[in-house]
C-alpha cells in the first residue's frame, strides 16, 4: 500500500518532483479530477504515462511547455516580481529542517489548502527538490489555518481538544466514520482521546489529503509525527508576518486580473485569505466544479491556465473538513456569488458551534467575489447577485457603449452562475434533509444505549 | 503462542475475533463461543466479591486435547478469550498474563478513539496490534474504509476470506 501510496504521491507531486511547467497542465487536470471527484482512478492510470520518477520528460514536456507558459504569463505577469522575494524568505520558515530547495516543492500539493494557484505554479517552478512523502508535509498556510482552527474549538494552543468536541469537529468533514476513527489513530499518537495541537495539524491534513483522494498511509508519515511538528512550527504562527505580507499582496495583485483569472481566483482565494478563504473552501469545492465548468467553457484558449490555476483548488479541500464551513458553505455556497444569503440563512439553524464559523466564511465569500465578479458586485444573495449585476452594467453604459455588451456577457454568465448554484443549493437542500434522518437516527440509537446502559451501574 | 483471540462484548456478542487463517476458524469460534459459558461462570463466582476485587485474569478457562482456552474480563464485562495450543508447553502464566494485558491495553486505545461507538465492531488495523504482534496470531488487514459497523449481532470476520459467522 505504501507503494502506492507513493506512487499516487509521484504521481500528485509531478511539479515538485521535476519543477518544470510541464506536470502543471497533468497536476491541474489530476486536480479537475479531484474537484470532481470521480476521476481518480483515471488520473492514477494516466501517472504513468508521465511518471515524474523517470528522467525529466523530453518531448512531451517541451510540448506542454508551450501553452502553459503563454497561459502562465498571462497570469503571472504582474505577480511574479513579488513572488520571489517572499517566496525565498518563506522558505527557511517553512522548512527549518535545511532542505529549502526542497520546500516550495513540497508545497504545491498543499497549496491546494492554501495559496492562490499563481502560488502554488510559481513554486512548482522554481522549486526543483524532490520529496517523496510530500502529501503529508504540511506548508505554513495549511498550518496557520489548522492552528486556527484549533483555536476556535480550543483558545489555548498549548492544551488539547477533546475527543467529543474534536469526533464533532472532523465529522462534518464528510468522511465515513470507519475513516475518520483511522485518521484519528493515526494521529491521536499518545492514545489519551484528545488531540494536541500537533496531533490535531496532523488529522486535520489526513483529512485534506482524503478529502483530496490521497489514501490513508498505513502509519503516521514522519512529517506528520508530533514531535516533528513541535519541532518544524515550533509556535503558532498567529501573526505571520511574512504570510500576512503575502495575502495582503495576493488580493491586490488578482483584482486587476481578467474574468478568467477571477474565476480562478475566486476559487484561489481561499487559499490567499489565511483563515477565512480556506474556511469556505468545502463550498468553494462545489462551487470550483460548476465555476470551473463555466471556466473551462468560458476559456478555452485559456485552458492551460484555468487547468493551472485548478491546481490550488484541492486545497479547497482543507475548508472543508471545517465542521461550521462545510455545514454552512455545502449549504449556502457552492457558489461565492450565493455565499452571503445562504450562509446567514445556514448560519441561523445550525447548532450554535457553527456560529462562530460563520462570519468567518462570509468574509471571505465577499472576497472572493470581488475579484471575481469585478462586472458584477455580488454582495448580496443570488437572486441579488443579478441585481448588481445589473446595476453595474447600468451605470457603465451611459458611460461607454463598448463596454455593454461585455457587461451582457457578463450579466449572462452571471444569471448562468446564479441558476447552477440554484440546482447545487436545492440539492444540498436534501442531503441535508438525509443528514437530519440519520442524525436522527443516530439520537435515538444513543438513547437505547443509554438505556441499556442505566441497568448496569445498578449492578 | 496464541492461535486465537477474541473480545467479547458484555451482551456475549464477538467484538473481534482473530486466529491463525492456516487453521479452521470456525472450530476457534465455536471454542470462543462455549468458553463463554464457562466466564460467566467464573464471574458468577467471584461476582459475590467487591468489583474492586475481583481479578481480571481468569485463568485457564477449560482445556482441550489440542487447545487451552484462557479468559479475561475487564471492569465493563469486555471479555477477553485466548486460545493457545497445548503443545507449546513452554507458554506460562505469566506469560499469559501479560498478553492479556497487552490485549486490555489495546482496547483501552480502541475505546479512546471518539469515532468508536462502544458495542461495534472492532475494526481498527491495528486496534489488537500489539498483542498480535507477541503471538502468531495474524490481525487480518480489515480495511478501515469499509462501511460503518454492523449492529450487535452481526458477524465478525477473522480473516478477508474467513468464513462469517452470527452468534
Known sequence: MMSKNDGEIRFGNPAELHGTKVQIPYLTTEKNSFKRMDDEDKQETQSPTMSPLASPPSSPPHYQ?????????????????????????????????????GGPGTKPLRHQASLIRSFSVERELQDNSSYPDEPWR?????????VNQFRSLQPDPSSFISGSVAKNFFTKSKLSIPELSYIWELSDADCDGALTLPEFCAAFHLIVARKNGYPLPEGLPPTLQPEYLQAAFPKPKWDCQLFDSYSESLPANQQPRDLNRMEKTSVKDMADLPVPTQDV?????QALKSTINEALSKDVSEDPATKSGLLPPPPALPPRPCPSQSEQVSEAELLP?????????????????DVPYSQPPSKPIRRKFRPENQATENQEPST????????????????????????????????????????????????????????HQERIALENQLEQLRPVTVL | MAVCIAVIAKENYPLYIRSTPTENELKFHYMVHTSLDVVDEKISAMGKALVDQRELYLGLLYPTEDYKVYGYVTNSKVKFVMVVDSSNTALRDNEIRSMFRKLHNSYTDVMCNPFYNPGDRIQSRWALLPVSASSPVQVGPTSCVRSSPGGPYSCVRSSPAGPLITW
Open chain 1, 281 to 285: 473552501t468545502s463550498d468553494d469545492k
Open chain 1, 337 to 353: 456569488q450565493l455565499s452571503r444569503a445562504p450562509s446567514q440563512a445556514v448560519e441561523s439553524s445550525p447548532a450554535k458551534k
Open chain 1, 65 to 101: 511547455r508551450v501553452p502553459l507558459s503563454h497561459g502562465y504569463s498571462k497570469l503571472r505577469s504582474s505577480a511574479e516580481q513579488m513572488h520571489p522575494a517572499p517566496y525565498e524568505a518563506r522558505q527557511p520558515l517553512v522548512q527549518p529542517e535545511g532542505s529549502s530547495s
Open chain 1, 138 to 146: 504540511i506548508t505554513e498556510e495549511q498550518r496557520e489555518y489548522y
Open chain 1, 384 to 439: 441579488a447577485a443579478s441585481g448588481p449585476a445589473s446595476a453595474a452594467t447600468m451605470k457603465p453604459h451611459p458611460t461607454v457603449q463598448k463596454q455593454s455588451s461585455k457587461q451582457k456577457k457578463a450579466i449572462q454568465t452571471a444569471i448562468r452562475k446564479n441558476k447552477e448554484a440554484n440546482a447545487v443549493l436545492a440539492r444540498l437542500n436534501s442531503e441535508l434533509q438525509q443528514q437530519l434522518k440519520e442524525v
